[in-house]
């Protein structure tokens, strides 16, 4: 099976620039997406293909996937920002999410 | 706009089966590949199966590979997933949720989810 590392928390202030690493074997090769998961809520797709944002996602949310890493940059953070976020990618044979990463604005 | 709405969950004896129920409003859903992904209390997200637009393709998690499947009516515009010989590992939110376009397997639609209980 494919795994993706995320570090299980990050904490920003307000104003400030979060970022958030996934790691998994050669996941430059693959497309990464990101979630964000508020608490008793659907998780909500922020960036796919890498670095491409849906339809009302605000552009301070970024992805950047290389070698075998890929960031979600979040620039100014906000308190809603506030959330669980996931990484997620397909290599061919299994879809795979990483374990999720608690981001605290403080 | 985009709907997804699950149904068929609920508690559920160790070795039974179930059957969840997805119906699609508001998209072209003979268009779209669909996924089935999870979520155990206070856990992270799982992955459980995915089906191509026309229904002749399924992929499984290994977890549940042989005791699931997935299948798709697209004339009712709805997804299904028959789950057998369920056990506590299985319990969870279990979501509906379209894929985007182009490969990747992203989900840009989720569900409410509905919540599977095994338990004696």
């Known amino acids: 099976s494919y795994e993706l590392t995320q570090p299980p928390s990050v904490s920003v202030s307000p104003g400030q620039t979060a970022t958030i690493t996934c790691s998994g074997d050669k996941l430059g090769d693959k497309f990464a997406s990101w979630y964000r998961q508020k608490p008793g809520q659907s998780p909500v797709l922020v960036i796919y293909?890498?670095?491409k944002r849906p339809s009302g996602i605000a552009e301070r949310f970024s992805g950047f996937n290389s070698g075998s890493t890929a960031t979600l940059t979040i620039s100014g953070t906000q308190a809603t920002d506030e959330a669980d976020y996931y990484c997620?990618?397909?290599?061919?044979?299994?879809?795979?999410f990483g374990g999720g990463t608690k981001l605290t604005v403080l | 706009q985009v709907q997804l709405v699950e149904s068929g969950g609920g508690l559920v004896k160790p070795g039974g089966s179930l059957r969840l129920s997805c119906e699609a409003s508001?998209?072209?859903?003979?268009?779209?590949?669909m996924s089935w992904i999870r979520q155990a209390p206070g856990k992270g997200l799982e992955w459980v199966a995915y089906i191509s637009s026309d229904g002749s393709v399924t992929k499984y998690a290994e977890s549940v590979k042989g005791r699931f499947t997935m299948s798709r009516d697209n004339a009712k515009n709805t997804l299904f997933l028959q789950m057998n010989s369920l056990g506590a590992e299985d319990a969870a939110v279990y979501y509906c949720a379209r894929e985007v376009t182009g490969g990747s397997h992203s989900v840009d639609y989720w569900g409410q989810g509905t919540l599977v209980t095994v338990s004696s």
């Open positions: 508001g998209f072209p859903f003979r268009d779209y590949y």
């Open positions: 293909k890498d670095n």
């Open positions: 997620q990618a397909w290599d061919t044979i299994t879809v795979a």
